[in-house]
């Protein structure tokens, strides 16, 4: 099984990101180590359907189980591309059911808190260099694997260029005051003698942050405004676009904003559209419940 050759055509075909890239293989990989087998070859539907009723005896979600299917599923696309398997053992496999949850968010005071929190830390680096992180996704709606991957030459007065999935482009206006920050911070990086890698975001040693720092860091921050259950980087971006939905803005917009392919999935931010018609309509409405 040559995965090294799978991750360069996910990385010069596909054009996927490292971040995605690494999640494809693992999941690939966690199968193999799964079945015990080496050739791809020998895998059966039934093989298949096998781990997916051990991830589910392991209490894996349904989410997660979907995304590992569908890495397994890339991997044998491929193999049949190349020639390299007779038949797919995955074509047939049918996602599981995910049951539709609202997503979570932070109320627009609380946003506030937490900039406001970043904004009072600021001192040295690796403070600024949180505040911006924190504020940029929220403000642009950023992916964390966006984030890790903005360049500094994507950053122009009132706007930023995003490489999103699948190495596509999308503009994203930004506040001069948040353009200013960038440009400050790309300053401090030189007084502080960092080489520029061509990111934005370079730790004091002038490595690129990685995922797991963007989510620890965002995590931290979250809990000191909120008791919210999950406290992901995901969490600013749903609320960049929860907020937008409530005040007003167009779903196509929302949609080109967060680099959706569908307008389905964006269509889930006007949940708390709906909440706040409810929540009118108690208040107003002569047959409501007071």
Known sequence: MDLERYGNYLRYEKRYSDHTIIAYLKDVQSFFEFCELQEVEEVSHHTVRSWMVDMVTRK?????????????????RYQKKCGLIASNPVAKI????VAKKLPQYLEEGQIEKLIEHQSE???DYKSILDGLIVELIYTCGLRR??????????????????IGKGSKERIIPITEK???KIKDFIKLKKDNEITSNGFLFQNEKGKSIYPKYIYNLVRAEISQVSSLDKRSPHILRHSFAT???????????????????SLAATQIYTHNTIERLKD???KAHPKAEK
């Open 243 to 261: 907020h937008l939905s409530n005040d007003g803005a167009d779903l196509n917009a929302i949609k080109t904003l967060l680099g959706h392919s």
């Open 280 to 282: 009118i309509y108690k």
């Open 60 to 76: 894996y979600e349904a989410k997660s189980i979907n995304r590992k299917i569908s890495s397994l599923k890339s991997f044998y």
């Open 121 to 123: 830390n600021a001192g």
């Open 178 to 180: 948040l353009y200013l």
């Open 94 to 97: 049918i996602s599981m059911k």
């Open 145 to 162: 694997a966006e984030c890790i991957e903005l360049q500094e030459s994507n950053c122009e007065a009132g706007q930023i260029k995003v």
